[in-house]
Every structure is written in C-alpha cells, then in structure tokens.
C-alpha cells in the first residue's frame, strides 16, 4: 500500500505548492455527514477530481483517512466552483466503514503496532522484548515511507488545474506516532531506549539527509528520557548506547550510506 499510495522520493509529484490564493476562493459547497459514526476508510481521488473540474472549482477534503465522523461533522468543502456538485456523488466518493483500514492508510498499521507495544510495557504484562520486536516491524515501515514522497495532497486535471487538496500525514507526524507512547511508557526500560537508539540512527543512515532533522530531533528527545529516567550515571550511559535487540549486541553509531 505504500509503494503504490506514494511514489519514489526523486518523483515530481507532490512537488508543487498550494496557490497563494486557494483560501481565498469562495466557498459554495459544504458536504456534511449526516449519518451514524463512520470512519474514512479510502477517497476515491480520481472520482472527486473529476467532480471538482465538471464544477469548475476545487474541493478541499476537511477530514482524513482514518477519522471517525460523527452526525454534522464537515467532510469536504468546495471554493471557486460555477455550480453545486451532487451531493450523492461526492459521497460515493468517500468510502466509509465501522473500522480503519489499511487501504490508504499506513498510521493505522503503526498505530496497531505501537499499541502492541505500549500494552507489553504496561506494569501488567511487563514484557519490554515483545515492545522491541514492534518496534523491528515499526522501523521497517518507517524506512519505507522515508524513501518515498510523502507530499502528495495536491491533485490535478488533465490540464494541470488544481482540483482536490487532501490532508496526508508528514514525515513528522509519523514519527510522533511512531515513537512518542512507546518512548514515554519504556523510558525506564533499558533494553527498549536501546532498540529506540538504535531504529533512529539506524532511519538516520539510511535514509534520504531530508529526513535527518525530525531524526535527529527524535534523537535529541531519546536521550533527554534516558536523562531523566535514570539516576544511576552507569544506568545512563547503557541506556543510550545503540543495540537492535535491546540487550544483545551494542555498536556505535551507524555509518550514512
């Protein structure tokens, strides 16, 4: 779902920047939910850029892939359009379920997996080795969607006119979502502050030098929890040091490739 959702990271796509004056186009259309609780499971992208270009105008969704909706929530608005466009088919347009999904929508597999991973540290369970095996699978989505173009909001007609603006996560926010909980509920386990050392400068290596300044942020706000959550100066230092498997194998930093 990441390879095809966004393309290579050296693609164009995605590249363009929103018109100075997008927000300043009328709104002439509101589409509201009216229904029970519902999440937005996928959009149909291409369905909705050509709803917007027969109208003449621009539709901005203002909810995401994987928001719950509730009863008068706004979905989607419309600017600039010459006239309505049905409101039966933007809805077709917007697939709708009980439960996320992982159709177009990679939080949702990190999510379920930091959730793995924050229930095995809960005082409980108590399992910090079941932690760090999430935390494998969450570094390899993370490599994947740090090597592709993560800006691709903006859509286009066949003329190159703006039609459709989507909210996507940034590199940013998956991290957060990635790292903050578990960094929070295994600040006092050495062996996940290992593991966390070790994704992050393991993401850093690898990954494109655009990616490094939310890395090294994440870096920077590792070592202030191991600084806070050891007294023991000994405990500090074995708590930062990098290892894959927690308490297995420590080495030094990881080399950029």
Not at 40 to 65: D, H, W
Not at 169 to 176: M, V
Request: aromatic share 4%.
């Amino acid at each position: 779902m990441i390879e095809a959702t966004y393309p290579e990271a050296d693609s164009k796509a995605g590249a363009a920047s929103l018109p100075d004056d997008f927000h300043q186009l009328p709104v002439t259309q509101t589409l509201i939910h009216r229904a029970h609780p519902d999440v937005i499971q996928a959009l149909n992208t291409l369905a909705l850029v050509g709803l917007a270009k027969k109208s003449g105008g621009i539709i901005e969704m203002l909810t995401a892939v994987g928001d719950t909706v509730v009863e008068l929530t706004p979905l989607l608005r419309v600017l600039g359009a010459r006239q309505p466009i049905d409101e039966r088919a933007l809805t077709r347009a917007i697939e709708m379920g009980e439960e996320r999904t992982f159709d177009q929508d990679p939080k949702y597999a990190i999510r379920l997996l930091v959730d793995i991973a924050i229930k095995a540290l809960s005082p409980a369970i108590n399992d910090p080795t079941t932690a760090v095996q999430a935390l494998d699978q969450i570094e390899d989505l993370l490599l994947r969607l740090g090597s592709r173009c993560l800006e691709i909001g903006e859509f286009r007609d066949s003329e190159g006119q703006l039609r459709l603006v989507v909210p996507y996560p940034s590199w940013e926010d998956f991290l957060r979502l990635a790292f903050d909980e578990i960094r929070y509920c295994g600040s006092h386990s050495v062996q996940v502050m290992r593991r966390m050392m070790a994704l992050v400068n393991d993401l850093i290596s690898r990954l494109p030098e655009n990616r490094d300044p939310a890395l090294l942020h994440w870096e920077e706000r590792l070592q202030t929890t191991i600084a806070r959550s050891f007294d023991d100066v000994e405990e500090k230092q074995e708590a930062s040091v990098e290892d894959r498997q927690g308490l297995g194998v420590p080495r030094k930093h990881a080399a950029k490739v």
